[in-house]
């Protein structure tokens, strides 16, 4: 039996990118492209699940200075590593502005920015994924950052606008990540 993305349960935000209906009425194929937070901590028993899901390869899109351990068993699973950064926004902006006293309610208009500046870094990882994607000795592939959520929604998101995919479905689908991520953000609390 054929495992699915559903099954793992110690990768955080892991689903299938895939699946979602176009707007010509067709439907973006499933089990090819996967989006998760770090697979760092993945337990022995999703190993042999994440291995049954064909992934061929691995893109890291976490700066340097993020990097995780590298997981034994699934190290033979090749790892692309094309960091999205905006550490230097999130340093420079966000912690000051949350630290403020009048700061949270410029929170939105801060993540706005942040997510334009995840947009503008991002159009040749784009490409290099689409080239990934478009080579069939490395799909199925993950794409993940620590989280799961903004760098590697937007990636995501982006894959699924270029197939064609409903917008309803493409929100849908990135904001699944706010109730994927309550254990993770709940610990940090």
Do not use: W
């Not at 697979?39 to 340097?64: E, G, M, Q, W, Y």
């Amino acid at each position: 039996m054929r495992a699915s993305a559903a099954d793992i349960k110690s990768v955080l935000n892991f689903r299938d990118a895939g699946g979602m209906p176009t707007v010509d009425g067709r439907k973006i194929r499933e089990n090819m492209i996967f989006r998760s937070a770090s697979p760092d901590k993945i337990s022995r028993k999703d190993i042999d699940l994440f291995h049954n899901l064909n992934i061929k390869t691995i893109v890291d899109l976490r700066a340097p200075y993020e990097g995780g351990k590298k997981v034994k068993s699934i190290e033979t699973i090749e790892t692309i590593s094309l960091p999205l950064d905006f550490e230097k926004t999130t340093r420079e902006n966000l912690i000051p502005l949350i630290k403020r006293k009048d700061g949270m309610e410029h929170i939105p208009a801060l993540i706005d920015s942040l997510y334009l500046e995840i947009l503008d870094g991002s159009a040749g990882v784009f490409r290099k994924v689409v080239e990934l994607l478009l080579d069939p000795s490395r799909t199925p592939l993950l794409i993940h950052c620590q989280a799961g959520k903004d760098r590697t929604g937007i990636i995501s998101a982006l894959i699924q606008l270029a197939l064609n995919a409903d917008h309803e479905s493409i929100i849908r689908n990135y904001m699944t990540s706010n109730n994927a991520l309550l254990p993770y953000f709940r610990k940090r609390l």
